[in-house]
């Protein structure tokens, strides 16, 4: 069983759609929980970090982590073509880049 | 002001040769950090330099090398290439390695014959 898995896709819904991004993971220790926003042929970009449990907000990005159930998911309000990408997340013990483990990513396409 | 910058954006090597893939951090970033992502997949951490010195390495086999320069730019180095080699390189840049101001660059993707 990997330490963290994630639907790989692909997701595809219309534009102006709310976006549900999930991941589960095995690891109870993982403290750290982050989302990553990759294009095709770029560098992962960071969306969303957050500490332990709970909810955290910016503009149409909303991430929330459920320690109990060991379950973290991303939310897109008001989805653009543009929100079109692959999605990771991710997940430490510390507060470390080395220390990351990433999930395996899913592919969401917004249609016009 | 410029990003991560990788270089080169591609190459293609055969197998038994040997790699040596360039990262620049953004200005000021002391922290480098090195990720293979295989098609389909998550990236996966290689090494870690902070201060030109190696503060984590990834589960990955001896073959594989790297360093950091007194600039902070640095190195990834892989010997004795395989074709399961074949990915994205990617190189991300930190202020002192935290994950939450990490950056990363846009890659160099690496196919082995």
């Known amino acids: 069983q990997k330490e963290v898995e994630q639907d790989p896709g692909p997701l595809s819904v219309p534009e102006g759609a709310i976006v549900s991004l999930n991941c589960t993971y095995s690891n109870s220790a993982f403290q750290y929980f982050m989302w990553y926003r990759q294009y095709s042929r770029k560098g992962p970009e960071l969306l969303m970090y957050?500490?332990?449990?709970g909810n955290k907000e910016d503009g149409r990005f909303t991430a929330q982590v459920d320690k109990s159930s060991k379950y973290i998911s991303l939310f897109i309000r008001d989805s653009q073509p543009s929100d079109s990408a692959t999605y990771l997340c991710a997940m430490s013990l510390y507060s470390s880049a080395s220390k990351i483990i990433f999930g395996s990513g899913t592919r969401l396409s917004i249609r016009p | 002001d410029a990003g991560v910058t990788q270089s080169p954006t591609h190459l293609i090597k055969t197998r038994g040769q040997h790699v040596t893939l360039r990262c620049s951090p953004i200005?000021?970033?002391?922290?480098v950090s090195w990720y293979q992502q295989v098609l389909g997949q998550g990236p996966q951490f290689i090494f870690q330099y902070y201060e030109k010195e190696e503060r984590g390495r990834g589960n990955f086999p001896d073959r594989f090398s790297a360093r950091q320069f007194p600039n902070y730019s640095s190195e990834l180095n892989v010997n004795a290439l395989l074709l399961g080699d074949s990915a994205l390189y990617l190189c991300?840049?930190?202020?002192?390695?935290?994950?939450?101001?990490?950056?990363f660059g846009p890659g160099t993707r690496l196919t082995v014959l």
């Open positions: 991300a840049s930190s202020l002192a390695g935290d994950p939450n101001e990490q950056f």
């Open positions: 957050t500490y332990s449990s």
């Open positions: 200005s000021g970033h002391k922290s």
